[in-house]
């Protein structure tokens, strides 16, 4: 099968904050992230994943997935990472399922403070 290099952060099946029903859940292992260019004032980086996606009913494939580029909570993959994302039967596009916790930046930000929170109710040397 093959299938297109495709584009992750348009946003064109997301209507409204709903899922269209062509859309089906699948997990995407990163093999690569590349840095495609940073910022004027060096601070953020714009990034490209190389990716092996898995869908029910669907023969693997291998992609490419940009960063989602309207929203604020997301928290960039590395390599060997699995996240969850959404493909489209109709379009054959994939893009970063936003509703996947370990995709958000918000989640990994209160699972970090969480995790400190425990240390410092824990006992010395524990």
Known sequence: MNHPVLDAASGRHHVFGKTK???VE???LILAVDIVRV??????????????????????????????KWTADFWPPTARETRGILY???TQQVRFDMKDPRNSFKHHDDAKH?????????????
């Open 114 to 126: 969480s995790g400190f929170d425990d240390l410092l109710k824990g006992a010395p040397g524990s």
């Open 21 to 23: 029903k062509t859309e």
């Open 39 to 68: 910022s004027s004032d060096g601070q953020t980086p714009t990034r490209e994943f190389a990716a092996d996606i898995a869908v029910p009913d669907v023969e693997p494939f291998r992609t490419k997935l940009t960063e989602p």
């Open 26 to 28: 699948g997990t995407a």
């Open 88 to 90: 489209d039967t109709a």
